[in-house]
Each structure stands twice: as C-alpha cells, then as structure tokens.
C-alpha cells in the first residue's frame, strides 16, 4: 500500500485547507484511514479517522474544525481543515490500517498557520 498526502501549505489564523490522501497497491485488507500530526518536539498525534463502514473519529482539539471524508472508490481520504490555529501547525501524516493491526503511513505534508 503506498500513499501520497498532499494539501497542506501556509495560511492565517482561522483559514481553511483541505489535505487529500491517494491511496494505491492491495486496499482489500484495509480497514480504515486516518491522518495523524507531529509538531516539532512533540509525539505524533491522532487527528481523525474514517472506518471502511464510514465511523468517523475525531481527536477532542479538531472537534468541530475538521472534517474526514473519502472518495466513492475508497481510494483517497480528505481532511477539510476549518478555523485554522497556529497550534494546528504540523507535519500531517496520512495512515492505513489493515484489519491485521498492520499500519502504512505516507510521508507527510506541512501545514503552517501563522498568527
């Protein structure tokens, strides 16, 4: 499974950006996706993520701000990232998980919001 993250860029303090995540190779075992972030000297974090039944799961400090959504093919994710904030800042991390527990993660996109 290969993905390829793309979205991200700088914006101001309550813009928006939508973050896309293609997803290629043998997705039948593929349970569900998601999109993590790592600010610089922080851990990688949980932003949301999307069942292959259409759960949606958000981490508390994008509830309401952002939305994750996937193509018809399940082939590619989005996060529409809303009311932006600096804090928001970080490298965003495209993941895949099989029903086997086994994870993909794409290199990452960054995502700057100024003050």
């Known amino acids: 499974v290969q993905l390829q993250a793309s979205g991200g860029g700088l914006v101001q303090t309550g813009g928006s950006l939508r973050l896309a995540c293609a997803a290629s190779?043998?997705?039948?075992?593929?349970?569900?996706m998601g999109w993590y972030r790592q600010a610089p000297g922080k851990q990688r974090e949980q932003v949301a993520r999307?069942?292959?039944?259409?759960?949606?799961n958000y981490a508390d400090f994008v509830q309401g701000r952002f939305t994750i959504s996937r193509d018809n093919a399940d082939t590619t994710v989005y996060l529409q990232m809303n009311s932006l904030k600096p804090e928001d800042s970080a490298v965003y991390y495209c993941?895949?998980?099989?029903?086997?527990?086994?994870?993909?993660w794409g290199h990452g996109t960054l995502v700057t919001v100024s003050s």
């Open positions: 999307i069942t292959s039944g259409g759960t949606t």
């Open positions: 190779g043998t997705l039948s075992r593929i349970n569900a």
């Open positions: 993941n895949a998980e099989r029903r086997d527990s086994i994870s993909y």
